[in-house]
């Protein structure tokens, strides 16, 4: 965790009274209001309606910065505030535009949940302005992508991957609780959005020391070329930050700082920004003999610490291990707060140490509760593990199917409902094949194709496993026996017969067909 030392009211009261034009907005059905006129979906209502930024878009930028925890007014390693991360540093200056925008002041939008949700609209809206979008083009939640990669205050492939991961969530859903026990949830929807002058801005540079990572090179007055020590440690942070904000703080001459290789929550996307033989700016004493991994999160919410990112960083331990002959043990494998002479206190009391190190040893997870031979029907009064399975999903997605107890009860139907009418398919209630492979489909839509391997293969695999009504192994590997199946699949749904799953199969399995 390298880091730094660390008005507008008008028409609120309308607002209230106004919570389905909100929700249309969003681009959702209109949700009843909690009771609390305080929480934060009344928040996210609020500021989405002052300035017409879609709901769903506002509250899955402050889900990416801060899984909508603001953290007591504390600021983030690159000095940003509040569940909408409002910036104050020598390049993003966000938190003093939103001052200028609201009228309200900047003690009250790093600290008032309410109100640095207004700003963070706010500063949205103006993005918009800015670049000439219209009425017509707020109502499309596809147009904001360019607004969103400003939003991050980063430039380039880094602004495209900021945007991009926001509308993974647009895609995949989401559901977060938050201070009270307030659940705050966005709804999974087919996205497509349109990039703008960031369409060829994707990272696409591999990592010249870890062929599974990104490539995007630190400031060079943020490290030193070169070692003074042999390297025999592996150093684990918490960025205390979003995974593009730190990547592109790194980038920041003023930063000062920098680490090897930087982790992302939501599927352990690895980036490489210092090379391995030189030293990174990360723990002061043990810089010159370590290497140092971030990872994307806050060391007092556990919600960052996912399990794709426990599996990916621990591959990158286990390959650097191997590589520079450093014992894979508590000795040599540390945390930030362990290094000599360092004050910092991460990753802090949420890391799973135990987990962690029998991954980065070879130990292997148990089955993932989605993946079955076969779908069968469910639907009210079904128990079992997959009904489980529907009940995780749909909460995943941001549909609220209640407690995942595999009984398909009230809630759990009412949540299938609200599925089905989104994806166009008839609202029964009941779980068949068709609403199946929409709900294993769900998601981000990736070009894939044969050699192709992770998390978005499993996906592909799980839902033709339901189209096809034969199983498609979920190994998350693209081989010979997928891409018979997308060949089938394709054949019995009249489309091109490539083998390759692009945007017009996605559709496909998306709404069910």
């Not at 083009?137 to 992508?145: G, N, Q, S, V």
Request: some cysteine; overall charge negative; glycine content about 10%.
């Amino acid at each position: 965790m390298p880091r730094r030392p660390a008005g507008h009211t008008r028409g609120r009261a309308a607002v209230l009274a106004s919570l389905t034009v909100t929700a249309l907005v969003a681009g959702r059905p209109a949700a009843a209001a909690p009771a609390d006129a305080d929480s934060m979906n009344q928040a996210f209502d609020r500021a989405a309606e002052e300035y017409g930024v879609p709901r769903d878009l506002l509250a899955a930028v402050g889900y990416g910065e801060t899984h909508l925890n603001g953290h007591a007014g504390l600021p983030s390693q690159d000095n940003g505030y509040g569940v909408m991360h409002l910036v104050s540093n020598p390049v993003n200056h966000s938190l003093e535009k939103a001052s200028a925008l609201t009228g309200e002041s900047t003690a009250d939008l790093r600290k008032d949940t309410g109100t640095n949700i207004l700003g963070g609209a706010a500063v949205l809206r103006d993005h918009a302005d800015t670049l000439g979008l219209d009425t017509a083009d707020r109502a499309d939640i596809d147009a904001w992508y360019p607004v969103v990669a400003r939003y991050s205050g980063a430039e380039g492939a880094v602004a495209a991957l900021y945007a991009d991961t926001v509308y993974t969530f647009l895609a995949e859903g989401l559901r977060a609780t938050v201070a009270g026990g307030e659940q705050v949830s966005v709804t999974s929807r087919p996205v497509s959005p349109e990039k703008g002058p960031f369409a060829k801005a994707d990272i696409t540079a591999q990592s010249p020391d870890y062929p599974p990572a990104l490539w995007v090179a630190a400031n060079s007055a943020n490290f030193a070329t070169g070692r003074t020590a042999t390297v025999d440690k592996v150093v684990i942070h918490v960025t205390q930050g979003s995974y593009a904000g730190t990547i592109s703080w790194f980038q920041n001459a003023t930063s000062k700082v920098s680490s090897h290789y930087v982790v992302r929550s939501s599927d352990g996307q690895v980036t490489q920004m210092v090379r391995d033989k030189d030293t990174a700016y990360h723990a002061k004493s043990a810089n010159a003999s370590s290497l140092g991994i971030e990872h994307e999160g806050f060391i007092d919410d556990p919600t960052w610490f996912t399990d794709p990112m426990y599996r990916s960083s621990a591959a990158l331990t286990k390959y650097l291990c191997d590589r520079y002959g450093i014992p894979k043990d508590r000795s040599h494998v540390i945390g930030h707060s362990e290094a000599p002479g360092n004050d910092h206190t991460d990753p802090g009391a949420n890391w799973n140490w135990t987990y962690y190190m029998q991954l980065v040893k070879g130990a292997t997870g148990s089955a993932d509760g989605l993946s079955f031979a076969s779908y069968t029907t469910q639907k009210s009064g079904s128990t079992g593990s997959q009904v489980k399975a529907v009940q995780t999903l749909l909460n995943q997605q941001g549909y609220r199917a209640g407690a995942e107890d595999g009984v398909f009860g009230t809630a759990t139907g009412n949540a299938v409902r609200a599925f089905q009418t989104a994806r166009g398919l008839d609202a029964d209630g009941t779980v068949g094949p068709r609403t199946w492979t929409a709900l294993l489909s769900a998601g981000t839509t990736p070009a894939l194709d044969t050699g192709a391997s992770g998390d978005a293969v499993k996906r592909l695999q799980r839902a033709l496993t339901a189209a096809l009504g034969r199983t498609v192994a979920a190994d998350g590997a693209f081989g010979t026996n997928t891409d018979k199946a997308v060949r089938d699949y394709q054949s019995s749904r009249n489309l091109a017969v490539d083998g390759s799953v692009g945007a017009g199969t996605w559709a496909a399995l998306q709404s069910g067909r």
